[in-house]
């Protein structure tokens, strides 16, 4: 960090941190910061979002007189929305250019709502990034909570994803994660005290530095800096996009034949259904309605289902 780098003075970069007045770009992945505007109306064709450059966008910049200026954004594989606010249409891109998300939750403390890890997957699905569940305080299980998360493995491994139990406390799972995140960008998400912070700081110690002095300079500043995303180099390799406490991830513009697609378990077995489009509702003929009743698909991702169509509903 503190070795001095030569920038070159025209090139591609990514984006790894929105202050607010200007972005810094590092020529990934080499881990060399330098700090730009948008030069003009940038904006990727299309894109309707209220940022028109976010985390993990891939740019050309030019540099000049030590500050880098923006002039083009390439096409995203991939991004992550939030709704800008309730009942509203508009979006701002989370994070662009994922190789992997990861949703961390806990059996513990705090209690994990699973109608907030459904439309977190959903919108994974929607946006086409893999997406793993870690479930973080493996260390406090006592026999109720084993059961618990046994159950929860049961839902979503039987849904068809991939889940990771770890504990940032006594270290546990925490090399299988950091071999996982190697040479990748991805991104970390989950509500407030799950453990975020510790995990990354059991990841890399280094970086629990870097994000505590950043913490405290906002304070200082009396600025909300940490609601900005910021992506992070880890010492054993690839990178981790932080989110701050998300509330509300929002799916925008998908279609209501389309939800049910968003739900591996039910796009599999939704050839079947008598009627298409199906919205699995009240149709006859239904197969992911009879795959719920004998049991194959988990009737809290069914009304995880019913409740996203229903409030889908609310924006039409
Ligand atoms: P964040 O808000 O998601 O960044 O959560 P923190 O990393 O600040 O952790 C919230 C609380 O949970 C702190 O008191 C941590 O010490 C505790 N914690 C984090 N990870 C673990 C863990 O694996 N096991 C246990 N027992 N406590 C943990
Ligand atoms: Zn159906």
């Not at 995203?76 to 998300?101: C, P, Q, T």
């Not at 990034?129 to 299980?141: A, E, F, S």
Request: aromatic share 10%.
């Amino acid at each position: 960090m503190t070795e001095e780098v030569k920038i070159p003075p025209k090139g591609q970069a990514v984006v790894v941190k929105h202050t607010g007045s200007h972005y810094l770009l590092s020529q990934l992945p080499e881990w060399n910061l330098f700090p730009a505007v948008l030069r003009g109306k940038v904006r990727l064709k299309g894109s309707t979002a209220t940022n028109p450059v976010a985390v993990g966008d891939v740019v050309d910049y030019i540099f000049e007189d030590e500050m880098g200026a923006i002039t083009a954004i390439h096409p995203r594989k991939n991004y992550i929305i939030r709704r800008s606010a309730n009942l509203s249409r508009e979006a701002h891109i989370i994070a662009a250019n994922l190789d992997h998300a990861y949703l961390i939750v806990t059996m513990a403390f705090p209690e994990t709502k699973l109608a907030f890890v459904d439309r977190f997957l959903v919108t994974c699905e929607a946006y086409g990034v893999p997406v793993t569940i870690l479930i973080n305080k493996r260390d406090l299980y006592d026999e109720a909570l084993e059961e618990m998360s046994a159950a929860f493995r049961g839902i979503y491994e039987g849904a068809g994803y991939d889940i990771l139990e770890v504990s940032a406390i006594t270290g546990e799972n925490v090399d299988a994660l950091r071999e996982r995140l190697a040479g990748k960008v991805n991104l970390f998400s989950g509500t407030s005290g799950v453990g975020k912070s510790s995990l990354i700081k059991a990841l890399d110690p280094s970086l629990e530095l870097i994000r505590t002095a950043e913490i405290s300079s906002a304070h200082l500043q009396g600025r909300h800096t940490t609601t900005f995303y910021e992506m992070y180099p880890i010492a054993s390799g690839g990178f981790v996009i932080d989110s701050p406490g998300i509330r509300g991830f929002g799916l925008v513009d998908f279609k209501k034949e389309e939800l049910s697609t968003y739900f591996p378990e039910m796009l599999k077995v939704m050839d079947n259904c008598r009627f298409s489009p199906c919205t699995h509702t009240h149709e006859p003929g239904c197969a992911v309605k009879a795959a719920v009743d004998a049991g194959t698909i988990s009737p809290d991702r069914y009304y995880s289902y019913l409740g996203m169509l229903e409030e889908e509903n609310k924006y039409r």
